[in-house]
């Protein structure tokens, strides 16, 4: 089980973000973690080693991210997985056969499709609710509730729970608050200070930031979580190798300087498209008319660089993300490359159209992840393309 070093939370996130949980290799004194690609660890004597035996159960490099990143939750424990849904299948193997979940109606399309086509197989219940309004999630709750898993801001409608409410309602009944800080991440939203037991991550989202590898996390305080996380993730061995391990770790060095820019440009490009005519609706915590606005000041330091937009219809949506240049047309998010996308054919299609419907999600949404290129060459990019798809 990788426990964070004792003097990781000491600096502010920024140097954490650098330093935390890495020291000097001791053999070389290099600087950088080295990619420690190997199964396994010569013993010197029958049961003598150093910590490492087999390279599921642990890995130098791996021990290096998770204590990372669980330092910029404020966590005390962190586990690497080979996806985000891999720490996502993870944190609901904590749970039992008759075991409910409240979980948010507008989670990722993935995150869905694994409650609702695997673990209801395996016996677990799922309730999903509009957890904009938590009087919704206790509704939900029922003796057998013993997780409630929300995303905030969501994917793509950018709907917010209010985490610190959330979480005092989970810690009233008993119930584990499970967070999935993918689009927020560590610098603009910790969900631990607010009350979430464990948070997860898509690592391959803005943590690492450069759409180079697939990961994931899952980082908690609780000692008696972690255990158990530290079991499943070596008895079910989901496990991410070294080398995602250190491009997620190189990631993260940067991590509170491309948020700064990502936040930046994400609130000029979220305040462009809201005037424009051909745009119906813009969806961005940042923006004063977004309904939830006020909670977003509350409990996040920043907006971040997702935004989606209403054009109103399938034809306009695909002569727009076919039509933009700078913005790719790709799933993810999160990556110093802006990337745009088509929720309802692409990252939602799983998602049964009659639930997206009801939340808005449409076929004339479409979702931008604003990269870290130059802002104006960014606007100039979407006023062209808003052009040409006017007349589609
Ligand atoms: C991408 C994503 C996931 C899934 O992560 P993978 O690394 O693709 O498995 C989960 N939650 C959110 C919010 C995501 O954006």
């Known amino acids: 089980m990788t426990r964070i070093f004792d003097d990781d939370l000491e600096h502010a996130l920024a140097t954490r973000a650098v330093h935390a949980g890495q020291r000097p290799d001791e053999a070389s004194g290099a600087i950088m973690t080295p990619i420690y690609q190997t199964s396994t660890y010569v013993q010197t004597a029958l049961g003598e080693h150093k910590g490492f035996e087999y390279a599921r159960t642990r890995n130098p490099t791996r ?15 962190g586990f690497a997985y080979a996806s ?23 989670l990722y399309g993935g995150t869905h499709r694994l409650m609702t086509h695997i673990f209801e197989r395996h016996g677990l219940e799922f309730s999903f609710v509009d957890t904009r309004d938590v009087g919704r999630i206790e509704e939900a709750l029922q003796p057998a509730t013993k997780m409630i898993f929300v995303e905030t801001p969501t994917n793509p409608m950018m709907h917010l729970t209010d985490l610190a409410a959330t979480g005092a309602l989970a810690k009233d009944r008993g119930i584990l608050l499970v967070v ?15 009350g979430a037991e464990i948070v997860i991550h898509s690592t391959t989202k803005y943590l690492n930031g450069h759409s180079d590898m697939v990961g994931g996390m899952a980082v908690t305080t609780r000692d008696d979580i972690a255990e158990q996380l530290a079991f499943i993730q070596n008895a079910a061995g989901g496990i991410p190798g070294p080398l995602d391990c250190w491009l997620a770790l190189r990631g993260t060095k940067t991590l509170a300087l491309r948020m700064a820019q990502h936040d930046a440009s994400g609130r000029a490009i979220a305040g462009f498209l809201n005037e424009h005519s051909l745009v119906q609706h813009t969806y961005y ?9 006020e ?3 509350r409990q996040m330091s920043g907006f971040g660089g997702m935004i989606s937009i209403e054009l109103g219809s399938t034809p306009r949506a695909r002569c727009f993300v076919e039509t933009i240049r700078l913005f790719a047309l790709a799933e993810s998010l999160g990556g110093v490359e802006s990337l745009i996308g088509h929720p309802a054919s692409m990252t ?9 419907e009801e939340m808005g999600l449409t076929d004339g949404l479409v979702r931008l992840s604003v990269g870290i290129e130059d802002l104006d060459d960014l ?3 979407l006023d062209q393309a808003l052009a040409v798809a006017a007349k589609a």
């Open 63 to 77: 021990d290096a991210l998770e204590r990372n990143v669980a330092t910029l939750e404020g966590a005390t424990h």
């Open 84 to 106: 985000g849904l891999a720490a996502t299948d993870t944190v609901l193997k904590l749970l039992s056969a008759g075991d409910h979940v409240v979980s948010g109606w507008n």
């Open 180 to 194: 999935d800080n993918t689009f927020a991440t560590p610098v603009l939203q910790r969900p631990i200070a607010l």
């Open 285 to 293: 915590p940042g923006l004063p008319d977004h309904p939830q606005h």
């Open 295 to 297: 909670l977003a000041c």
């Open 348 to 356: 939602h299609a799983s998602v049964p159209r009659a639930m997206r």
């Open 379 to 381: 606007l100039k990019d």
